[in-house]
């Protein structure tokens, strides 16, 4: 069954460092979400993805992120200058066609910050 | 994927018995709505969706209700297993604005004693 991969599982990063967050969706798929869960609290919608430009994004997703389509395959989130609140797991998601909002998540990268 | 749900409404019910978790959802234009499964250590899993012109829709062992008027969602899971045990989400779009991100409920955590 196809799904959608993230790398790394887990990232630390001392605070004030960027960091890059990697995301694989399902390859006939062309939206592409990043969400965020801090621990104990519900999911977050950061940022959608879709024709190579932000589609829609949420009052969280300031000018510290920013997200990426490099190449067929690869969706990535930057974080510049991570700050403590930044640590949370970062999920990405990627759904099909218009019309199908079924969206798939991947396992996640949890982000901490110290 | 972990929500360790310390604020996080908890459901136990005894393996086979059948598992009622709500929802109730904020937005009156939405007109999608998802249940989600986290596993912990895990992304969201898609279990069903529901669109605003049904009350009710069934898949395998579960089934969806949505109650327009009282803004109510809830998710059935019939003869409940301990791989049910899990967080469950319900998540809504408001599909008409062109609008794809998922808006996510405070989940709830459901714990099945064999």
């Known amino acids: 069954e196809p799904e959608v991969t993230q790398t790394p599982s887990h990232q630390v990063t001392q605070m004030g460092q960027e960091v890059i967050l990697r995301c694989v969706p399902i390859s006939n798929h062309l939206y592409f979400y990043w969400y965020r869960q801090i621990l104990g609290q519900k999911v977050e919608f950061l940022v959608s993805f879709y024709n190579n430009e932000i589609s829609e994004k949420s009052e969280i997703f300031d000018d510290q992120f920013s997200v990426e389509r490099p190449d067929g395959s690869n969706f990535t989130l930057k974080i510049r200058s991570t700050k403590l609140e930044d640590s949370a797991m970062y999920f990405c998601?990627?759904?099909?066609?218009?019309?199908?909002?079924?969206?798939?998540f991947g396992q996640g990268t949890r982000l901490t910050v110290v | 994927g972990e929500s360790v749900g310390l604020h996080l409404p908890t459901l136990s019910v005894q393996e086979g018995d059948n598992s009622i978790i709500n929802c109730a959802y904020s937005n009156s234009a939405s007109d999608y709505f998802i249940w989600y499964k986290q596993e912990s250590g895990k992304g969201p899993q898609f279990i069903i969706d529901i669109r605003s012109n049904m009350d009710k829709r069934q898949g395998q062992r579960v089934t969806v209700l949505l109650n327009k008027t009282v803004k109510h969602l809830s998710l059935q899971i019939a003869a409940t297993q301990p791989g049910d045990s899990a967080v469950y989400f319900c998540a809504e779009n408001r599909k008409d604005t062109g609008r794809r991100a998922l808006t996510f409920g405070s989940g709830t955590r459901l714990q099945v004693q064999p």
């Open positions: 998601a990627s759904s099909g066609t218009q019309g199908n909002t079924e969206a798939f």
